[in-house]
């Protein structure tokens, strides 16, 4: 996640379909602009129609739910959703998240859900993110998920590791705030290469060069980011079902 994932560690340290859910609540990830990587290729490679040997689903019990302010994550009733908005302000920098107690060994993740996101926060350090990660003590190990900024409504896929952090931009068709399938999974031939896809649509692969992504111990996190006050976050959250790690 980006340098400001670290404000998310001492805030979570004093503390740590469609039609199914009514809810009506609506990461800092990566380094400085200078190491993003936003060229497009659309050529999947063959190891991207891979599938996953084995699947474990994560239960909402899995999960332990934290917020730097009054506002908290939340258990969608009647479903195995987690529900986590962005905060309200008033209290300066507002950190919620969604976090797996205990991690595994995997080479990706996938869950059915939203980013209900928009584009009147101040700056793109106002942001929701859902991915898997080695490192939920200092936020600087390796990464791979979905991030929205709030400041442009803009959904991207990324990666992190040995201080970078890479991504592209999801395409306009399932940048829409509605329900997809999200999925990222390493590949099997180049380690440095995660393949990301959007309702088993294959969308593009994320690289880091010299970084092994293959069978880290990782932890599944969704989690929102407000840094500012000053702007109506009204309605915007992350809602994450079926969550899954391969």
């Not at 730097?68 to 209290?91: A, E, K, Q």
């Not at 993110?129 to 959904?155: Q, Y």
């Amino acid at each position: 996640m980006k340098k400001t994932i670290l404000k998310l560690l001492s805030c979570a340290s004093l503390i740590l379909f469609i039609g199914l859910c009514s809810c009506t609540k609506t990461n800092s990830i990566g380094t400085n602009d200078s190491a993003k990587t936003t060229t497009d290729s659309e050529t999947s490679p063959a190891s991207a129609i891979m599938k996953p040997a084995t699947a474990t689903s994560i239960g909402q019990s899995a999960f332990s739910l934290w917020g730097s302010c009054s506002d908290m994550p939340y258990l969608i009733s009647g479903t195995n959703g987690i529900c986590v908005p962005s905060g309200n302000g008033g209290c300066g920098s507002d950190y919620l998240g969604a976090q797996q107690s205990s991690g595994q060994s995997a080479t990706g993740m996938q869950f059915y859900g939203c980013f209900k996101g928009g584009s009147n926060a101040p700056d793109g350090s106002n942001e929701m993110a859902v991915f898997i990660c080695t490192d939920v003590t200092n936020w600087v190990g390796h990464e791979m998920g979905f991030i929205k900024t709030l400041n442009d409504n803009t959904l991207k896929m990324y990666v992190q590791g040995n201080g970078n952090y890479n991504y592209k931009v999801v395409p306009s068709a399932y940048n829409d705030n509605g329900y997809h399938t999200f999925k990222c999974q390493v590949e099997s031939a180049d380690h440095s290469n995660v393949d990301f896809y959007i309702d088993g649509n294959y969308i593009n692969t994320v690289s880091n060069s010299g970084v092994d992504y293959w069978n880290g111990f990782y932890y599944f996190v969704g989690t929102t980011h407000r840094t500012s006050d000053g702007w109506s976050s009204a309605g915007q959250q992350i809602e994450m079902y079926d969550m899954t790690i391969f």
